[in-house]
């Protein structure tokens, strides 16, 4: 086996590379949210009604509360979500997309699903579908038990409990 052979053969570098090429697909599709990609998850959340509150929303993303209390700030200065107080608990409020955020959350998907559709260009359709049926079925066996660890790595790298809001 050539080294060529050994590369391709080599289920680490494979999904290494398809995950940078992915990571950066989205990285650019999601540059104009305030948060980038974490401003994205938010938007997504608060647009198909998960967890509205804005401790539910960290803990369901896996990000640190005081990065959260920052991206949605910038979130809601860019008009794009609203802190409304909760009807069942007044110390919390939830976090709700608004038509502007509805907007570009519909624009995004669209350039994600096309930048997406570019990533997979060398299969045919069949090739996807069973491509994101086997990843969706391993990524579910796999999910690890702390969504923080999962967010970390694919936002950023790093440890989701400090830093900086981004």
């Known amino acids: 086996m050539d080294t060529a052979e050994r590369v391709a053969a080599d289920l680490g570098w494979a999904l290494g590379t398809i995950k940078r090429a992915y ?28 967890p509205s509150s804005q401790l539910a929303l960290a803990q369901h993303l896996g990000v640190n509360r005081t990065v959260m209390t920052y991206l949605i700030d910038d979130l809601e200065r860019a008009g794009l979500v609203e802190r409304r107080p909760d009807p069942t608990d007044r110390r919390a409020r939830r976090v709700a997309i608004t038509d502007r955020g509805r907007a570009l959350l519909r624009e995004v998907k669209d350039r994600l699903r096309r930048a997406e559709d570019e990533l997979l260009g060398p299969l045919d359709e069949q090739e996807r579908a069973t491509l994101r049926t086997l990843l969706q079925r391993l990524a579910t066996a796999l999910a690890p038990a702390d969504p923080c660890q999962m967010m970390s790595t694919i936002v950023d790298g790093g440890p989701c409990a400090g830093g900086a809001p981004g």
Do not use: M, N
């Not at 994205?40 to 198909?48: E, K, Q, T």
């Open 23 to 50: 990571v950066e697909a989205a990285a650019a599709v999601a540059a104009d949210v305030p948060g980038g990609a974490r401003g994205y998850l938010v938007l997504a959340s608060s647009g198909h009604g998960e």
